[in-house]
């Protein structure tokens, strides 16, 4: 059984930054996706961004390119999120899942295996 736990999340001040952290155990994750999503009260669930386990591809959220950072320690089976000059519009539960598709997909509904998620929280 997959598990995926993240961490990392908080309260801070607009222009900060936060590092989220999933730690994923159960199984072997060479090949697969990780990514990340975020749903905000009120709103939709949302891609945030995801990685091939195998680093070499890469997708970002309009909304978070230049600002995020996606990146993986295969040694750990951790994956992370840097995110860097936070907003108030970046509030949200940040979620972590795992996708055994060959191509990074941005749809939350490609990805089967969702961890329990952690709250990041942007005061302006």
């Known amino acids: 059984q997959v598990q995926l736990a993240e961490s990392g999340g908080g309260l801070v001040q607009a222009g900060d930054s936060l590092r989220l952290s999933c730690a994923a155990s159960?199984?072997?994750?060479?090949?697969?996706?990780m990514g990340w999503f975020r749903q905000a009260p009120g709103k939709e669930r949302e891609f945030v961004a995801a990685?091939?386990?195998?680093?070499?591809?890469?997708s970002y959220a309009d909304s978070v390119k230049g600002r995020f950072t996606i990146s993986r320690d295969n040694a750990k089976n951790t994956v992370y999120l840097q995110m860097n000059s936070l907003k108030p519009e970046d509030t949200a539960v940040y979620y972590c899942?795992?996708?055994?598709?060959?191509?990074?997909?941005?749809?939350?509904?490609?990805?089967?295996?969702w961890g329990q998620g952690t709250q990041v929280t942007v005061s302006s």
């Open positions: 899942a795992v996708d055994s598709a060959i191509f990074v997909s941005r749809r939350g509904g490609s990805y089967d295996y």
């Open positions: 159960g199984r072997t994750f060479s090949n697969y996706i």
């Open positions: 990685i091939r386990w195998s680093g070499d591809t890469t």
